[in-house]
């Protein structure tokens, strides 16, 4: 795709650039235009275009150095260049494909030839730029030279290679310069007042001492000169003989240089830092599994918690009923005793007037005895309910045995016949046979669920008896058919007392004094829904724990 392709045009001209503009436009692609070299890589330190257009001849860098730091940069390695130049100038193409140059178009050429080129360099496509890779940045020399007209001539020569040249006269001042990010120093060996071997050796100190990377490149010099100034720490040596092409080579090789080993050092710092965010980013990634975890740990630890309050206020809770129906049920029986012994006394001497007088009875008698009659069923209930709360109060007193749990079972499900009616009650005894434990735990446990679930069930419907083990503990399943037990009261179903039942048809202690038995075996009953539709009521207890 070349439609609306990014071009920057490097041209000095105005009227050449106004003309590759016009023409660039109008084929549809977005053109920005640099004056030189150097601006031109202070735009590709930016967003990069998708093709370069420059001109060979340049003020300061040419094009062929553009070219060139273009290739060296890894940001910007693969983006096309086509160099324009004049049609005489037969060398400088052998010139421009070495430096990096993919393609060259005189200027003397047809636009058309130009833009068939430049659509063709970008059809080729390039592989993608390391957008977050090393800027462009103009290699900094600091030249010393005692002689003002040298100095001009190397200054010009320096800065149309595309430096930023500083330049000095005295020594001194160049080794506090050297602090502000020189990359080159180029010097001469002898002068009328600089001593460059000298000056040599103050540089290398230093940039040992400080760990600075500058490089030193001496000027002048024959035979033993040279090795002198190897010695002396300088990093290039260009004898007198040496012309003005061969010194920018050898300056341009040590820059270069230095431009790669930044290069790489940058790389590696950049490998560093991904690593460094990549342990950071799993270090990150573990403490949030860490945290996650230990959140878990204190969830599950809180739900113990919750439990463990739950349960000793469930324990306290029924702790204290216990010894409040204690008192109730010692107070109650005291009197009862009284009235059932005045009362059979009563019934007895009247039942024995009415034989003696059985031909004319005295009035009122008769209806008397009707009374004590009806008396005897309140007091016998009274002492039924009395009998229950002794029962649930003294549970724990109750002393342990081996269960045949099966017979047992039976033994319970017997007595309940006349209750359960024509309810069909299925048995599965899938557990152990024998259980450690006391007579109340069937009797009434059992007994008394087995019970409710028959007066949920109105004379129809079907309850099932299961029981199972496993190696720690013994499970008592009771499932019935009936309307289940609501959620909102299943946390209160255990309470002394409560009671769904019509008024007058139970005292609320049935499942109360079952939780209590289990608790005595250190067991839990809890109430679930069931899978034949009602309630059902799962009794976990633990083998050999003694109550």
């Known amino acids: 795709m070349t439609d609306g392709a990014r071009i920057l045009v490097v041209e000095d001209s105005d009227t050449q650039a106004l003309l590759l503009r016009s023409a660039l436009e109008k084929d549809g692609f977005a053109v920005t235009r640099a004056d030189s070299a150097e601006a031109a890589l202070e735009l590709l330190n930016g967003p990069l275009p998708d093709l370069v257009v420059a001109d060979f001849h340049l003020p300061g860098m040419d094009g062929r150095e553009l070219s060139r730091q273009i290739r060296q940069n890894s940001r910007t390695r693969a983006l096309p260049v ?74 010009h020569l320096l800065e149309q290679e595309g430096y930023d040249v500083a330049v000095t006269d005295d020594a001194i001042v160049a080794a506090a310069q050297v602090a502000d990010g020189v990359d080159c120093v180029v010097l001469p060996l002898t002068g009328a007042r600089l001593d460059g071997f000298a000056l040599c050796r103050a540089l290398d100190r230093r940039r ?28 290039e040596v260009a004898p007198s003989a040496v012309g003005d092409d061969l010194l920018r080579m050898r300056i341009r090789a040590v820059t270069r240089r230095a431009q790669v080993v930044e290069e790489t050092r940058r ?68 009197p009862l005793a009284f009235i059932l012994g005045h009362h059979a006394t009563v019934e007895r001497l009247i039942g024995e007037v009415l034989a003696e007088q059985a031909d004319a009875p005295p009035a009122g008698l008769s209806k008397a005895r ?47 016949k006349p209750k359960l009616g024509d309810i069909a009650v299925r048995r599965d005894f899938a557990g152990d046979r ?34 199972s083990s496993t190696d720690s503990d013994y499970i008592i399943q ?47 009953i809890v109430v679930e829904d069931a899978t034949l539709g009602g309630a059902r009521f799962r009794i976990v207890l633990p083998k050999g724990a003694r109550p």
């Open 82 to 155: 086509l160099m324009l130049t004049s049609a005489r100038e037969q060398d400088l193409e052998r010139q421009g494909l070495e430096s990096g140059v993919d393609a060259y178009v005189a200027k003397s050429a047809d636009l058309d030839m130009m833009l068939v080129r430049l659509k063709a360099l970008l059809r080729r496509g390039a592989a993608p730029s390391r957008e977050g890779g090393q800027q462009f940045r103009r290699a900094k020399l600091l030249l010393v030279h005692d002689s003002p007209t040298t100095q001009l001539r190397l200054r």
């Open 208 to 235: 040992q001492h400080e760990a600075m990377d500058f490089h030193i490149v001496a000027i002048g010099g024959d035979g033993s000169d040279v090795t002198a100034a190897f010695e002396a720490g300088a990093d």
């Open 267 to 334: 790389a590696e710092a950049e490998a560093l830092q991904r690593e460094r965010a990549m342990a950071a980013a799993e270090a990150k990634a573990a403490a949030a599994d860490a945290l996650a975890r230990a959140n878990a740990d204190l969830a599950a630890a809180n739900q113990q918690l919750r439990d463990a309050q739950a349960q000793l206020v469930q324990s306290a809770k029924m702790a204290s009923l216990g010894e409040l129906v204690a008192g109730i049920a010692h107070e109650i029986n005291n």
């Open 370 to 416: 009707d009374r004590l009659a009806s008396m005897r069923v309140g007091l016998q209930r009274i002492q039924s309910l009395v009998l229950n709360l002794r029962k649930f109060s003294r549970l724990d007193e109750a002393e342990r045995q081996v269960l045949d749990v099966p017979e047992a079972i039976e033994i319970v499900l017997a007595l309940l």
């Open 434 to 467: 024998t259980f450690d434990g006391t007579p109340a735990l069937l009797n009434q446990v059992v007994m008394n669920i087995v019970a409710n679930a028959a007066d949920a069930l109105e004379g129809q419907g079907e309850i099932a008896v299961s029981t």
């Open 478 to 524: 009771i499932d019935d058919s009936g309307p289940g037990v609501p959620a909102d009261v299943r946390d209160r179903i255990f309470e002394p007392f409560f009671t769904t039942k019509p008024v007058g048809s139970g005292t609320g202690l049935g499942l109360a004094i079952a939780y209590s038995v289990v608790r005595a075996h250190g067991g839990e």
